[in-house]
């Protein structure tokens, strides 16, 4: 299998293909490890969070079930980086919030991130690191965005994602 970068002007749909695998390689690259990993994923799921954050809501958000998301949240309690809380929309429900380690721990992964990212793209052209990094976020916002629309069943296809 090639996996030599195409150049963009020959084949788009052949560069298209190759979103999928630069991303899960990206992912891959720019964390410390697996268990790093799923622990910023937690962390920055239950931060961003639109509303309260469930072991359920958590799941769904991962894509994984409910078992790996509630033992993946019991090692962020044991951890100190997460705690259970009573749900202020519906006492009978518990929520997920960040403990004020869990978003130092959350910051020191997006400075390792950013670290990262200034590393790879050191031979870059500022101009480009930064349009580069803005679509980046961009996709984040949209895939976010699209997501939900995804949970509610494609019940609203508007855009969702705020220009900044």
């Keep these: ?7 963009p002007g020959t084949d788009d749909g052949a560069l298209l293909d190759q979103i999928g695998p630069a991303l899960s ?3 891959r690259r720019t964390s410390g490890g697996r268990a790093d990993l799923t622990r910023n994923l937690v962390l920055n799921v239950v931060a961003n969070a639109p509303g309260e954050m469930t072991v359920g809501g958590l799941a769904a958000e991962m894509g994984v079930t409910q078992p790996v998301a509630s033992r993946t949240v019991a090692a962020c309690i044991a951890d100190g980086l997460l705690r259970r809380a009573a749900s202020q929309a519906d006492s009978r429900r518990t929520v997920l919030e960040l403990t004020d380690a869990g978003e130092t721990e959350r910051r020191r992964f ?3 991130q950013r670290e990262t990212f200034e590393e ?3 031979a870059w052209e500022p101009a480009e690191r930064v349009r580069f990094a803005r679509l980046l976020v961009r996709y984040g916002e949209d895939a976010g965005a699209w997501s939900a629309r995804q949970r509610r069943g494609g019940q609203d296809g508007a855009d969702t994602r705020s220009d900044a």
């Design 110 to 112: 997006a400075s390792e």
């Design 1 to 7: 299998m090639d996996n030599a970068p195409r150049d």
């Design 120 to 122: 790879i793209t050191a």
């Design 25 to 27: 390689q990206l992912r």
